[in-house]
């Protein structure tokens, strides 16, 4: 790009970096990157022919050769003969491969009349062909060599006689070995000694029909590269005379029906800025260019005229415009701050209990927005959770929200589940909705005691979940339909079991569909990284480290969406005594089941579980167990029990630092079908989630940790 700007330029330098200039260059360029690709093409489509017309020719000079070896040379006995002293000789005495000490060893198997049949056979078929060379040979697959049985090759620096050898690629051997018939043999490749080569061949089988060697052709590849030196020579020369002349005609071509005509309009344009800054007006400039090109130049003239035109009235429209503005934005911003007064935004919230630590924040895109989270007290043990997304922005979006935000609390707060709550606001939005917007919305009620959280959600965004000692996991719960979507909609409770010190985030699609300049997502891959980068942050700071996430993602690009996120700590009840975590590690093999067992018998026996309950436990027990000894790959495991009071039960948690493997993914049998048409495994598992009242799988760090709860 030029440093200087266009008025700045001297009329050398305008015509340097001109349109016209670059039109020219632009044709030049596509011709050029043209004319490459289709030498590129053509050059690979001459070497694919010449390349195939060579691995043919060697391959069927190969197959030929092989059929009369077969008949004519006892070919089974050269090569026992040569492969027998060869395996003979140590490692020390291989490495003297071509020299005179080593070939003397194998120098009285050039004696026999099959060598000098064979060697007069290969001879007679390589000179009537353009292969290099015809010899028989063996892949070792144990030394990893190409052994020699019979060469014709005379020339002194080329000849291997019988026993020579030369270390073979791995895939060359392999490709030898395992060919099953089909196709063309061969294989290309690079030596020093030869260049490229392009070796084909024919198997040698044996009287038992193993492959005893290989006969072989080498096809040299140097012509392959001497016809392309002509071949781009001719080409380049052509493609020099097609650019020139492309070139020359598509930029007359475009000057005449581009350049030209924006010139001229540059040139109105200039009179008319100059007419507007000395005060000159209804001025007719665009209307009198006769520009006819019948393309987007002659639009261009035409919008312009239509521009100058409509100009004069806009101007005279402004200062009230702009008027009506300010009033209006001050009336958005009295809206902004009812709507914000309208949500929890005092923090702590309830500070006088300890179970809990909330935070939560709005940041509407425009003056106002339409997403809302809420949290209230239901009685001195539940807590009511709200995170929702009204359809659209601004003030429609705002007063919807305020709507559907009172509908919910109050819903929440006679004491219905979070289904009936959603059911019941559905159809009051439902029955009087003209404007047919819509709310998305995630309702929980914790209970502050037991850390069960019973939620419902209506087309909303998964909620993220961090257990203590855990990462931040999103929880893909079912959605129902919108609330406003349709009436009679049903929706399904599902509960969450918090453990103290466990957190919850909830957030509005604000968040992962938070937008830089380049176009692309915050989205949740980010949003989990950020919460666990920062995950034992309160959740004030966590959320604002959220939000720092955010910004800096996004830089100077505009807000898209409402951001709005709310994170509940629940740190629960404390502890009552009596009831320790027990806990037991040992090998993890089948036999330690029963100690295992037995570990867990002592501890239910003690809370005087009923035998029934104990039974199921101790078949879970064995199936769980023998899947991680048998399939986990891991060689120690541990066992925690805890007993539980409220509601009584035991829960039995298994770690292993096995493969990741959860297998609650796995697909539950048919049991409708007979045991031979069901398939193999799968039964102990499904088992287990039959008998246990909950089952829960996590992957924390390395460690495959799998949580079973039965009560009683």
């Known amino acids: ?149 019979c060469d014709p090759e005379e020339r002194e620096d080329y000849v291997c006689m019988p026993g020579d050898w030369e270390t073979a690629e791995k895939r060359e051997m392999e490709k030898f070995l395992t060919w099953d018939g089909s196709g063309k043999l061969y294989d290309i490749s690079r ?52 650019i020139v002349l492309i070139g020359y005609l598509v930029t007359q071509h475009m000057k005449r029906t581009l350049v030209r005509p924006i010139n001229e309009i540059a040139d109105a344009a200039q009179r008319y800025a100059a007419d507007r800054r000395s005060g000159v007006g209804g001025t007719d400039h665009f209307s009198l260019l006769n520009i006819r090109t019948g393309d987007e130049v002659e639009n261009l003239s035409l919008v312009m005229a239509d521009m100058e035109r409509d100009l004069a009235e806009y101007e005279e429209n402004l200062t009230a415009i702009t008027a009506e503005k300010e009033r209006m934005n001050v009336e958005l911003g009295l809206a902004n701050r009812i709507q914000t007064d309208m949500l929890p935004n005092i923090f702590p919230p309830f500070p006088d209990r300890t179970e809990m630590d909330i935070f939560a924040s709005m940041d509407p895109a425009k003056e106002v927005g339409g997403d809302f989270y809420d949290f209230f007290l239901i009685d001195e043990d539940h807590l009511g959770l709200v995170m929702a997304d009204v359809s659209g922005k601004g003030v429609p979006a705002a007063l919807f929200m305020m709507a559907s935000k009172i509908l919910v609390k109050t819903g929440a707060m006679s004491g ?73 909609v049903r929706y399904r409770d599902y509960e969450l079991q918090l453990q103290p010190g466990a957190k919850l985030f909830l957030y509005t699609d604000g968040l992962p569909e938070a937008t830089d300049e380049k176009g692309e997502l915050f989205g949740m891959e980010r949003t989990a990284a950020v919460l666990n980068r920062f995950c034992d942050e309160p959740p004030q700071a966590l959320l604002g480290r959220v939000h720092e996430a955010v910004d800096a993602f996004v830089g100077n690009a505009p807000q898209f969406d409402d951001l709005t996120m709310l994170c509940l700590h629940y740190i629960g009840t404390p502890t009552k005594e009596g009831s320790p975590v027990k806990k037991l590690e040992l090998d993890a093999a089948v036999d330690s089941i029963e100690v295992i067992t037995d570990f867990v018998n002592a501890e239910l026996e ?70 031979e048409e069901r398939q193999i495994g799968g039964l102990g598992i499904f088992l287990v989630k039959k008998t246990m009242d909950e089952m829960r799988y996590e992957r924390r760090g390395d460690e495959n940790v799998l949580r079973i709860t039965k009560l009683f």
């Open 416 to 488: 219905r589940s979070p289904h009936e709550v959603l059911e019941t606001v559905n159809a009051q939005i439902c029955g009087n909705n003209r404007e047919e917007m819509f709310v998305t919305v995630w309702l929980g009620v914790l209970d502050l005691k037991t850390g069960v959280l019973t939620a419902s959600n209506a087309g909303h965004e998964y909620p993220i979940l961090k257990q203590p000692d855990g990462d931040y996991e999103i929880v893909r719960d079912k959605h129902g339909l919108v609330i406003g979507g349709m009436e009679g």
């Open 191 to 242: 030596t020093e000694k030869y260049g490229w080569l392009c070796t084909a061949g024919v198997p040698i089988h044996g009287a038992d029909g193993a492959v005893r060697g290989f006969l072989l052709s080498d096809v040299s590849l140097a012509n392959v590269t001497d016809g392309m030196h002509g071949f781009v020579l001719q080409y380049v020369l052509a493609l020099l005379v097609v």
């Open 606 to 675: 003690a809370m005087d579980c009923p035998m029934k309950a104990q039974m199921q436990i101790d078949v879970a027990i064995d199936e769980v167990f023998a899947n991680i000894a048998n399939y986990s790959g891991s060689t120690r495991a541990t066992v925690f029990f805890e007993a539980q009071d409220e509601p009584r039960g035991a829960v039995i948690t298994f770690v292993d630092r096995g493969m990741p493997f959860n297998p609650l993914e796995n697909k539950d049998p048919d049991t409708s079908l007979s045991a």
């Open 1 to 149: 790009m030029p440093e200087k700007t266009v008025r700045e330029m001297t009329s050398r330098e305008r015509a340097h970096f001109s349109l016209a200039a670059k039109v020219f260059h632009a044709s030049l360029m596509g011709s050029v990157v043209l004319g490459l690709v289709a030498m590129l093409i053509g050059l690979g489509l001459y070497v694919y022919a010449l390349v195939g017309q060579y691995i043919g020719e060697a391959f069927g000079l190969s197959r030929s050769t092989a059929l009369v070896v077969r008949e004519v040379v006892d070919t089974d006995r050269m090569v026992d003969d040569v492969m027998t002293l060869f395996r003979s000789l140590s490692d020390e005495e291989r490495a003297l491969t071509g020299t005179p000490a080593y070939r003397e060893r194998f120098a009285h198997l050039t004696e026999s009349e099959d060598y000098r049949t064979l060697v007069s056979i290969l001879k007679v078929f390589r000179d009537s062909s353009n292969v290099e060379d015809v010899y028989l040979a063996v892949f070792d697959r144990e030394s990893g060599a190409l052994i020699y049985v």
